[in-house]
């Protein structure tokens, strides 16, 4: 049986930190499990640091309602990407990975 979208969104868990840029609510947010990992590509590094992301550990009821807020949205992990694109935000052509983990940048206009 598949879990509805409700069911899904609170089994993980996500880190984010949240920033005003230029008069927008800008958001940074990461899997959880992912905060401190570094991902390494042959062209690209990508460290995933509490400076950035923050060290605010939250459930998806509450990473929904921060991406719909949000105009400026840094997402890092296959979970938040998937949320995010389940809920309408984003698409998946912009989705880019590194070593099979997804990141996502959205500039909402």
């Known amino acids: 049986m598949e879990l509805n979208l409700q069911s899904r969104v609170n089994m993980h868990k996500f880190s984010y930190r949240l920033n005003s840029y230029q008069n927008n609510s800008m958001l940074n947010i990461c899997d959880d499990y992912l905060l401190g990992k570094r991902l390494v590509n042959k062209d ?15 459930t998806g009821n509450t990473a929904s309602d921060l991406l719909a807020a949000s105009s400026i949205i840094n997402m890092v992990g296959n979970n938040i990407i998937s949320l995010a694109i389940d809920s309408g935000i984003g698409c998946k052509n912009g989705i880019k990975k590194i070593n099979d983990i997804q990141f996502l940048i959205v500039f909402k206009i």
């Open 44 to 58: 690209l590094t990508l460290h995933i640091s509490k400076s950035c992301f923050g060290n605010n550990s939250i």
